[in-house]
């Protein structure tokens, strides 16, 4: 890859789009997840389902980390911000996320609470450093794609003798959601006929923990990159699977994604982190094995351990709809809060505060297009 024009070049994007068209049986209907967010993104921000058959719909997935963190796990935070008085820090999005009690991490911070936004994992550990009188509380939230570079501080806190420096860790893992999502009882579950598989977990895990979506499902996976050239071939090759009745792994993004993955990556998740029994996600529930906590040999850096957290579930806000948006159930536009009460700069829902949600997405690009045009 040498300039990132060659993978949004519309004249290529249209030669796709017209492949799809002519593979694209017109006898049946074709309906693709896209499971990253950043897929969703993309798709709203290029135009992409504008591009495609009418036959063909693609179905935002749960996957904006954001989007699935939990009311509860965001109450820990804001209690040991406000209660413990420690230094907490986070990224930005996370920040934002609704919360109990009209409260959120920015409200929480506009009480008195020091709240910090980071860039990164490493950010934290320098503001530890820099206030060794003050507990420091990294909220680490994210799919594989971030879990390495809390794993790398963590340890790097032990190696150091950091012991003012903590992690409340919310990682969550990509595959056991997706199973999630195609284990959902028949009278409930949205049809699908394959997936957009993410692009950057993939770059960690590889492509092989996709296979048992292959064989135990029978559902094609194409993992994608994130330009348009890239989701436009993906879908190609998702409508040439389900018409040949092939249900496989694909790798559509090869300059990114091996099958193995980065193995020194996962080596070192592995060193700083286990499974947990259960984790519950917004949306989606308890999963059991679907997210990692720390390890007890590193428990003084493991926030729940270091303040004796207890973890209590708190339901979403009954009229929003991020629950059904995240399983695929429901659209943004499905929701009677989307675009009034529910807004970027006023979310109510975790769907709306992530640009990578299926809200937020479809706020800054398409909500224009269900507007009805009145005759003159």
Known sequence: MKYIDEYRDGELARQIAARIQQTADPQREYRFMEFCGGHTH??????????????????????????????????????????????????????????SDGLSLLRAKARGADIRMIYSPQDALKIAEANPQRE????????????????????????????????????????????????TPA??????????????????????????????????????GF????VLQAILMLVQQVNDGRAEVENQFIRAVSDA??????????DVFELRDSFEWRGLGEMPAS??????????????????????SVPDHKACACGPILRGQKRPIDCRLFGTVCTPENPVGSCMVSNEGACAAHYAYGRYKDIEVQPA
């Open 42 to 99: 993309a798709i709203s921000r290029y135009g992409v389902s504008d591009l495609l058959p009418d036959n063909l719909r693609m179905i935002h997935g749960p996957g904006c980390p954001v989007c699935v963190l939990p009311i509860g796990r965001i109450d820990l935070a804001i209690r040991l911000a406000l209660e413990q008085r420690v230094i907490l820090c986070s990224y930005g999005d996370t920040l934002r996320v609704p919360a």
């Open 136 to 183: 420091v509380v990294f909220f680490a939230v994210g799919f594989e794609t971030t879990t390495p570079p809390t794993a790398l501080v963590i340890r790097d806190a032990a190696r150091r003798g950091l012991d003012n420096f903590s992690v409340l860790c919310c990682h969550v893992l990509t595959p056991p959601a997706i199973a999630h999502i195609l284990d």
């Open 187 to 224: 009278e409930q579950a949205v049809p699908l006929d394959g997936f957009v598989g993410p692009a950057h977990v993939s770059v960690v895990i590889g492509a092989a923990p996709y296979g048992e979506f292959a064989r135990r499902y029978r559902k094609p996976v194409v993992i994608a």
């Open 227 to 230: 330009e348009p050239l890239d």
């Open 261 to 270: 993955g980065s193995r020194p990556m996962q080596a070192l998740m592995e």
């Open 291 to 312: 997210a990692r906590r720390i390890r007890p040999a590193f428990a003084r850096h493991d926030a729940e351990v270091r303040f004796a957290l207890d973890y209590r």
